[in-house]
């Protein structure tokens, strides 16, 4: 949640890390923080979910496309330079399509249920993310 209070029209986050390592749990963290109101679910077959909070929330889950040339062909420019926040849940498919302002968010789950999350390109104060 913390995450989420500090974001900005624009900004994209690339989602990296196993099955159940998390990726969808932050999301919906980053969702309360924007006033989003709807329940937030995976994407994985409706590809993207857009949300109405402070700002559009644009939901994308590329798990099941076979690589950047898909992505583009959603037309998702308009979400990646728009006036809302973008998440990409699997984006190590389509990072060479994503602004080089873009936060990677790796989540690592270890055996004993724990989560190691690293941050990096974020553009924002560190004292958010302690």
Known sequence: MKIG???KKGDVLAMQGTLAAG???I?????Q?????DTITSPTFCLISEYEGSMPLYHMD????DGSEDF???GVEDMLYGDGVCII????????????RTITIL???GDDGTRTITIQNWPYSEEVLN
């Open 33 to 37: 923080a924007l006033g989003v109101k």
């Open 23 to 25: 990726k969808t749990t």
């Open 27 to 31: 999301t919906k963290g980053i969702a």
């Open 89 to 100: 849940e699997w984006s190590e498919k389509v990072m060479s399509e994503l602004p080089a």
């Open 72 to 74: 583009i062909n959603l």
């Open 62 to 65: 590329v798990y099941r496309l």
């Open 5 to 7: 209070s500090c974001l």
């Open 107 to 109: 989540l690592e789950a």
